[in-house]
């Protein structure tokens, strides 16, 4: 699904020195598989998550992203790939204001070209469990609720690869533990999942861990999945 | 992004920002309307100018010849002019090729007119007979005085409406005798009215007589006010100018550099000064609603920069599900033209209403001009394209990973 070959990402700063995000990153991500990101900040793991998610380009190196090489696309390109691949689950959930969850959640789908189409978008609250939350509006839904109706939108598109930042960080463990159900039930769907977290309780969830730590791989390895 | 969804977009953010989406719609709208209103009322007034102007001419393929030399205010009368432009004058004028007739005019406006117990001082003009043919004067009720009248030195008298009323309140004048200077004459007939001038002035407060009567009787005078030679081809004014002017002076005995003693006026050339005039006010006018339009135009471009900047989370998300650059660009593009045409068309409605309410309260006619409403409609468009573009590309640029972060 996912091919990083010596990914390197140096961000040159107007002033000061060039910070280099990533040194020479290489891995690869098969079909199916549910991957956390984990290592203090500054590691890389945000520009990991964003070259894999068609939002930036490397410096070097190339990324293979479901059989597409996309580390020299443009613009457009690159916007049609997130479009119909990828679905992004945010901390802060990213919900528009004065807008309904219904209305954010066919989002996507304006920008997938063809025409809005209301029932998939209400089948796509339904199966987060919101169906009858569809005409409020973002503010006036909990925070738990507002995660799922940002884990919907990413799904309105039916993307094989959903990758999530830190997506439980601003909720309680209750909500946090409901919006991890919901993502592991999408992989065992089949969809290949990305999570950043510091959380080694959100970690659990996943069968590999990529650990890093000042842009470079400090161990990858599989775990065994806790009980849920 | 399909256009429909484009339009949808536009139409959730606006309604999303009411407020902003309302001053940028009102700085449009104040534009638009000042320039319909503005520009309508320029060509309203325009047209009026000409209108009055045609009323006191009567026709454009004419010269009008004037005893005296240079420029002269008001209406030449037997009392501001020279003795210089006789009848014989005229005749010889009539003479010339591709002149097809000459009206012979005399005026006087200090003449006191007496009906009963009545009197007024309207603008006594002795006429030829053919006078109506020439100025488009008609007869409303009654009959013009006849070529035999003119021959005759017949004491008849055709009156305007103005005068109808002041001496007539209403009884029927005709076959009444009024005094002229203290001559009696019967009255013929009354003209159509003819309204105002180009000065607002009636037209109307007139006493129309033979022009030997005038002469013989009234004035005793031989020399005309004025005299207008109507042309064969209306375009051949420069030509029968120089051809009147040669025998005139001739006649007179006039070698340049000694000035003349006649002034030649084409209707034509007057009007396009006093049309000039307006042309300045008009000018101005539409400088005005220029500023405005740019003011509307800064208005949707500052707004929208500060919307760019507020909303630069929401951009980042909708290039994080699947937005190009072009995409965002496009969307803000057409939220400012749905804007500017929103703003455009509520102008476009005001500026109508605008016009309507001035033309009444100004009493000129009902003259709709469409040219600056289309005009309007693509200046609308051009403004919300021009003010809108830099935003849309300010907002193109937004750094999703930067925006999803903040």
Redesign the interface.
């Known amino acids: 699904m996912i091919a990083l070959s010596h990914v390197s990402k140096v961000y040159r700063r107007p002033d000061g020195p060039p910070v280099t995000a990533l040194d020479d990153v290489s891995f690869d991500i098969g079909a199916g598989e549910f991957v956390t990101l984990r290592g203090p900040s500054g590691a890389g793991k945000?520009s990991i998550l964003?070259v894999i998610?068609c939002?930036?380009t490397p410096s070097a190196g190339t990324c293979r992203l479901d059989g597409e090489e996309i580390s020299r696309y443009s613009?457009?390109a690159?916007?049609?790939v997130?479009?119909?691949k990828i679905g992004?689950v945010?901390q802060s959930f990213?919900l528009?204001?004065?807008?309904t969850a219904l209305?954010n959640v066919e989002?996507?789908m304006?920008?997938?070209?063809?025409?809005?189409d209301r029932q998939r978008a209400e089948r796509a609250l339904d199966r987060v469990g919101l169906a009858q939350r569809a005409g409020h509006y973002a503010t006036e839904l909990s925070g738990g609720e507002q995660q799922r109706v940002a884990i919907a939108?990413a799904l309105i598109?039916d993307p094989p690869l959903i990758l999530a930042d830190e997506p439980t960080g601003n909720l309680d463990s209750a909500a946090g533990a409901e919006v991890m159900a919901i993502l592991t039930a999408l992989h065992a769907e089949g969809r290949t999942i990305v999570l950043v977290t510091h959380d080694e309780g959100v970690a659990a969830y996943a069968h590999r861990e990529i650990a890093l730590r000042d842009g470079r791989i400090e161990s990858d390895r599989r775990r065994v999945v806790a009980a849920q | 992004?399909?256009l429909m969804?484009g339009l949808?977009?536009a139409a959730?953010s606006m309604r999303?920002h009411r407020l902003r989406t309302f001053l940028m719609t009102l700085g449009v709208t104040v534009g638009i309307a000042s320039l319909t209103i503005l520009s309508s009322l320029g060509a309203a007034t325009r047209q009026e100018t000409m209108a009055r102007f045609k009323r006191m001419v009567g026709t454009f393929d004419t010269v009008i010849v004037r005893p005296g030399s240079g420029a002269m205010r008001g209406m030449p009368s037997v009392e501001n002019t020279p003795a210089t432009l006789t009848f014989a004058d005229a005749a010889a004028v009539a003479t010339i090729p591709g002149i097809t007739r000459v009206a012979l005019v005399q005026t006087a406006f200090n003449v006191d007119v007496i009906y009963r117990d009545r009197s007024d001082t309207p603008g006594v003009f002795g006429v030829s007979a053919n006078w109506t043919a020439l100025r488009d004067d008609e007869v409303a009720t009654g009959v013009f005085f006849s070529e035999e009248d003119v021959r005759a030195r017949a004491r008849v008298a055709v009156i305007g409406t103005d005068v109808e009323r002041t001496l007539f309140g209403g009884a029927d004048p005709l076959e009444q005798t009024l005094r002229i200077g203290n001559v009696p004459f019967l009255v013929k007939g009354v003209l159509t009215s003819r309204g105002a001038g180009p000065t607002g002035a009636s037209l109307d407060n007139v006493i129309m007589i033979p022009v030997t009567t005038a002469s013989t009787r009234l004035f005793n005078r031989d020399a005309l006010t004025m005299a207008i030679a109507q042309l064969e081809d209306p375009l051949a004014g420069d030509a029968a100018m120089q051809r009147i002017t040669v025998l005139l002076r001739q006649r007179h005995h006039i070698v340049p550099p000694a000035l003349d003693d006649f002034t030649l006026t084409s209707p034509r050339a007057a009007m396009d000064r006093i049309l000039a005039v307006g042309a300045t006010l008009r000018r101005l006018m539409i400088g005005v609603a220029a500023m405005a339009m740019l003011i509307g135009g800064v208005v949707i471009m500052s707004l929208m920069l500060v919307g760019v900047s507020e909303r630069q989370?929401?951009i980042?998300?909708?290039?994080?599900?699947?937005?190009?650059?072009?995409?965002i660009l496009v969307q803000f593009l057409i939220e400012a033209l749905a804007i500017s045409c929103l703003g455009g068309g509520i102008g476009i409605l005001v500026g109508l209403g605008g016009t309507e309410i001035v033309t009444r309260l100004q009493h000129l006619p009902p003259v709709l001009v469409w040219d600056p409403f289309a005009l309007a409609v693509a200046l609308s468009v051009a403004l919300g394209l021009m003010f809108g573009s830099f935003p849309a590309w300010k907002a193109a640029r937004v750094d999703?990973?930067g925006a999803?972060?903040s």
Do not use: C
Request: positive net charge.
């Open positions: 945000s964003h998610g939002l930036d613009d457009r690159l916007s049609r997130r479009g119909r992004f945010f990213n528009l204001p004065r807008t209305e989002l996507p304006i920008y997938a070209g063809g025409r809005l939108r598109n | 992004m399909t969804n949808a977009l959730r999303r989370r929401e980042g998300l909708r290039r994080s599900v699947g937005a190009s650059r072009v995409d999703p990973i999803l972060r």
